[in-house]
C-alpha cells in the first residue's frame, strides 16, 4: 500500500512504473488505463458497460470537454442529473478482471443537490453485487460499500475534506479480504470484508444527481 500511495500523491496515478500519458486504453499485462483521450465528446464512453443499480431512469454517461483535468481535457461524467436517491449509475471497464487489484481515478465533483459523490468500484460481478469506495464532496467523507443483491451496505468509512470544484485522487487496493482506502495518496483507513472474494471488474460510479468528471482511471492486478 505504502508504494501506491507514494506514486498516487508524487505523480497523479501511478500504479506500475512508468508516467502517466495520453491515449485512450493502454493495456499491458495485468494492467490498464484510460484517459478517455482518443474519444469523441457528446458519446458514450468506448470500452465500458454502462449501467445502475437501484431506480429511476438508465444512466447517461457521456465524454465532456474539461480542460482543468490531469489527463487531458476529455473526460467522463454522468450527465443524467435524475434525484432519485436510491440510483447509482456505474461505468465498469471492458476486457480486465483481477481479484486482488489496485484501482484509482482522478475526479472533479462539479454539482449535485442530493449528492456529490464519486466512486472507484472493484470485484464487479454484476449491477446488483459489487464493491465500491465512494467519496462525497456534499458530506466531506469517504465510505466503503459492499453491494448484495442490489443492496448497498456501508462496513467502513472516515470523515475526510473532498472539495467540491477540485481534482482529486481516489484510490483502492483490495488483497484478499483487506482494503484499503487513500485520498490524494495519503491513506485514509483500512478494513475487512468476505463477501466478494472472486475475481470482478472496475468502473466508477456516482450517486442520484452527482455531476462528477472522471480522469485517468486506472487498475492494476497486484500478487
Known amino acids: 500500500m505504502a508504494h501506491f500511495t507514494r506514486h498516487i500523491g508524487r505523480r497523479g496515478l501511478l500504479l506500475a512504473a512508468g508516467s502517466l500519458v495520453a491515449g485512450s486504453v493502454h493495456a499491458q499485462g495485468r494492467h490498464i488505463r484510460q484517459d478517455f483521450e482518443d474519444m469523441p465528446v457528446g458519446g458514450p464512453p468506448l470500452g465500458f458497460a454502462l449501467g445502475f443499480t437501484g431506480g429511476g431512469p438508465p444512466p ?29 449509475p456505474h461505468a465498469v471497464l471492458d476486457g480486465f478482471e483481477a481479484r486482488d487489484v489496485a484501482a484509482a481515478v482522478r475526479f472533479r465533483p462539479v454539482d449535485g443537490r442530493v449528492d456529490q459523490a464519486a466512486g472507484l468500484v472493484v470485484r464487479y460481478r454484476d449491477a446488483r453485487n459489487y464493491y465500491v469506495a465512494r467519496a462525497n464532496a456534499l458530506e466531506n467523507n469517504v465510505r466503503l460499500y459492499r453491494v448484495v443483491d442490489g443492496r448497498r451496505i456501508q462496513f467502513a468509512g472516515t470523515d475526510a475534506r473532498v472539495p467540491r470544484d477540485r481534482w482529486q485522487a481516489l484510490g483502492l487496493m483490495v488483497r484478499g479480504d483487506r482494503f484499503e482506502i487513500s ?24 450517486k442520484a444527481d452527482s455531476l462528477t468528471h472522471f480522469d485517468a482511471l486506472e487498475a492494476e492486478e497486484v500478487p
Open 60 to 88: 447517461r454517461w457521456v465524454v465532456l470537454d474539461d480542460p482543468s483535468a490531469p489527463a487531458g481535457p476529455r473526460v467522463l461524467a454522468e450527465t443524467s442529473r435524475d434525484r432519485t436517491d436510491t440510483r447509482f
Open 183 to 206: 485520498l490524494d495518496g495519503r491513506m485514509l483507513f483500512a478494513a475487512a470484508d468476505r463477501t466478494f472474494t472472486g475475481a470482478g471488474r472496475v468502473g466508477v460510479w456516482t
